[in-house]
């Protein structure tokens, strides 16, 4: 589809994003400030929440904002421009957190519920302990518990819950973000959101299982 002709002299605070988009691609330097201005937050943010170090996500926001400079013309309109955005970062991320958890492996089927063939739980039925979670929700701790067991997520399903539960993207958003079927975001959030509950029970003295 033939993009539509863009007045260059009209004023940047006039223009459309897609117009904004289209002005980076033909090289113009302002129309590129404008963007980063419009979207440093968002990309901040969605890379501290990924990768729990504002310094490196300063370090994120910086490699995404020259990728965009210098891959403008691959953008090619198909998702919004927030969406190869989101893209763009959680793909800079995940290449941190692949590198980061050499070594540090965690094996969360540990945490997740074990059945037996007949559907009953292999080891005990889980115990309810939302009223345990309910009465320390108060509590600084709790907080960094969860933060020290979201990093423990493998790197995928540690970004579609971030993408989810944090930056409030839809199933389908965060597909096109990390390039998986809405099934497969399905799959991998309720699996981090199952490991989550595990790993807090263990904290608190009762079986994942």
Known sequence: MAQEEVDPSAPLVAVTEQELVQRVQAGDAEAFDVLFRQYFAKVFRQATHLLGNPTEA??????????????????????????????????????????????????????????????????????????????????????????????QLPPVDKAVLVLSDFEELSNKEIGAALGLTVSAVKARLHRARLFLRGRLAVTFGHSPT
């Open 58 to 151: 300063e370090e994120i926001v910086q490699e995404v904002f020259l990728a965009v400079y210098e891959k403008a013309q691959t953008f090619r309109g198909e998702a919004a421009f927030a969406t190869w955005l989101y893209r763009l970062t959680a793909n800079a991320a995940l290449s941190r957190l692949r590198r980061r958890r050499r070594g540090r492996e965690v094996a969360i089927e540990d945490y997740l519920p074990q059945f037996q063939p007949d559907g009953h739980h292999l080891v005990r039925p889980v115990i309810d302990w939302s009223s345990d979670l309910e009465a320390r929700c108060a509590e600084a701790q709790l907080q960094q518990l969860l933060r020290q067991a979201v990093e």
